[in-house]
């Protein structure tokens, strides 16, 4: 069982900032790979950061330059620096676990709202 912990969400401002937070725990393994969606109303849920099974990092196009994805392994734990945030995006942001074959676990979410 593994148990993701999102934490940082809020409102702001248009051009504001806000740091997510995802601790994991339980048998969340060796080498899993962590990352960052979000959800919008009416919209798929869709990638913003994640870490790659390589060590290198992916960021949805929209993300590139204001979001920073990093990690602590220590405390098993990985962020989400947003700078700059826009209107566009306010979204539930759910943290993200895969463990390769096993499978892929999923934070409850945590709400990020953009005030124009």
């Known amino acids: 069982q593994v148990h993701l912990v999102e934490s940082g969400g809020g409102l702001v401002q248009a051009g504001g900032s806000l740091r997510l937070s995802c601790s994991a725990s339980?048998?969340?393994?060796?080498?899993?790979?962590m990352g960052w969606y979000r959800q919008a109303p009416g919209n798929q849920r869709e990638l913003v950061a994640s870490?790659?099974?390589?060590?290198?990092?992916n960021y949805a196009d929209s993300a590139k330059g204001r979001f920073t994805i990093s990690r602590d392994n220590a405390r098993n734990t990985v962020y989400l620096q947003m700078n700059n945030l826009k209107p566009e995006d306010a979204a539930v942001y759910y943290c993200?676990?895969?463990?390769?074959?096993?499978?892929?676990?999923w934070g409850q979410g945590t709400q990020v709202t953009v005030s124009s």
């Open positions: 993200r676990l895969a463990r390769g074959i096993i499978g892929s676990y």
């Open positions: 339980g048998s969340i393994g060796v080498g899993n790979v």
């Open positions: 870490f790659t099974s390589g060590g290198w990092i």
